[in-house]
Each structure stands twice: as C-alpha cells, then as structure tokens.
C-alpha cells in the first residue's frame, strides 16, 4: 500500500505537467477584437475542446495532454478558420487567431450539420445581418440601411417605411452606433441616415440583454461601422418643404 501511494504521488505531478493552458485572442483583419467566435481544438483522438470569445477576443482553453491539435474558429460575418495541426508544450501557452469579414459570396459552399450548443456566455438572442447581405440581397430602396430589417425575424415594416421590433412601437427599440446612442432624443425612433457602404454589420437583440443597453424594451439594435476608405461621396435631397399624414398601430 505505502509502494502503491508514493507509485501515485509521483505520477501526479506528472500529469499535471502534462495539461496544456492556452490563453487566446480573436482580432480581425484591423486588429480590432471579435466577440461570440467559437473556437475549437482537436486533438488526434477524443471529443474536441471548445470555447468562446468575451468582448475583448480573449478566451481560454485547458488541453488534457500536450500535442498536436487542429484548430478552427466560426462567427457569423466572418470567413471560416481552419488551420493545421499546431503543437502544444506542457504549461502555458499563448494562441491568436485572425478572422477576416466577408466581402463577397463564395462561388463554392458546404454546409454541415453542426448541433447547436448552449453558450453560457452569450446569453441574449442574437440575429445579425453582415454587409454581404445588406448590399448584396435585393429589397426595396436599397439606399436606405433602414429597409433591408426585415430581412431578421421579428421585424416587420410599415405602410410609413418605419420598422417595428417583436411588434412594438418604434420608439420602444434602443438603437445604437458601435454602442453610442442612436435615437432621436424627442421621439425615440430611428431618423438618423447613415451611408449603407460603411455599415459592416446590424445586430439585433431581442431578449436577455444587459441592462447598459438602456431603455429599449422591444430589443437592441446595434449598427457595426466598419474603417472608411479615401473615397469621395456625394448624396442629396429633397429640400422642398410637402405635407404628410401618418398613423401607427398600437
């Protein structure tokens, strides 16, 4: 008994020399931080270990053994990463993974089954729309960023153009511009125009979301911008003063 417990004294060490902990960061092609990729390393053998970017595209992942491990990291907008087999030494390590935004369709696609996971850091509904779909899926007047929400579940627009969240008042939506506040501070709606090319994605959340989100009750939108280029644009309107008449439903 006493050669078995100094037998098991002596290999735990061991195995704990053996674990492997990686602490990662998810950036995309600016180096600006992704939240909400899932990340995913593979070994040669068992069920991969995966994990979750927090806002600042920081996660954690704890490997059982040292060695060779696949990786690949997904996010809606953004391409797929898949890279090789990269080797891991027992202890610490360190992990950075870049995911470009799409920029156009891909003529290929596979679509696989994955089953859906319950991801305790994320724990508001979530639907996006990236700026692939925004340019590029046709709908009504698309120089307006206003009218292609529909396109996400929950929102339905008006005979006035307005759109309404989970069949709210407009007002009753909190809008946001890379988190600063986007509402028009009389009315509460969303007034302000934004050129639809600099937009890189719409986020919408419609349950369970922090209260720092503020006092929309009917959901959270939240317009993505992404860097501006050297172009010049032009836009105009229509400065002629005209009556109109609308109506909301309650």
Do not use: W
């Amino acid at each position: 008994m006493r050669f078995l417990a100094i037998l098991v004294a002596g290999a735990l060490p061991c195995l704990l020399v053996a674990q492997v902990a990686i602490t990662g960061r998810v950036v995309d092609e600016t180096g600006a931080p992704v939240d909400g990729v899932r990340v995913e390393l593979r070994g040669s053998d068992g069920p991969p270990i995966s994990a979750s970017s927090d806002r600042a595209g920081n996660f954690r992942v704890a490997l059982p053994v040292a060695g060779a491990y696949a990786i690949r990291a997904e996010r809606l907008g953004f391409y797929l990463f898949e890279g090789k087999p990269r080797p891991f030494e027992p202890g610490p390590g360190e992990l950075t993974i870049t995911l470009n935004h799409l920029q156009e369709f891909a003529d290929h696609i596979d679509v696989i089954y994955s089953p859906p996971a319950i991801d305790p850091s994320q724990p508001a509904e979530r639907k996006e729309l990236d700026n692939t779909e925004i340019l590029t899926v046709p709908y009504p007047a698309p120089h307006d960023y206003r009218n292609a929400l529909p396109m996400m579940d929950g929102v339905v627009q008006d005979n006035s153009g307005r759109a309404h969240f989970n069949g709210a008042q407009q007002n009753q939506t909190n809008y946001t511009l890379d988190g600063f506040n986007l509402s028009d501070p009389v009315t509460g709606r969303l007034e302000a125009r934004v050129n639809i090319e600099s937009i890189q994605a719409m986020e919408l959340q419609t349950s369970r979301y922090s209260a720092e989100n503020g006092r929309g009750a009917a959901g959270v939108l939240d317009l993505k911008t992404k860097m501006g280029d050297d172009r010049f644009r032009f836009g105009g309107t229509n400065f002629i003063p005209s009556l109109s008449s609308e109506s909301e439903f309650t």
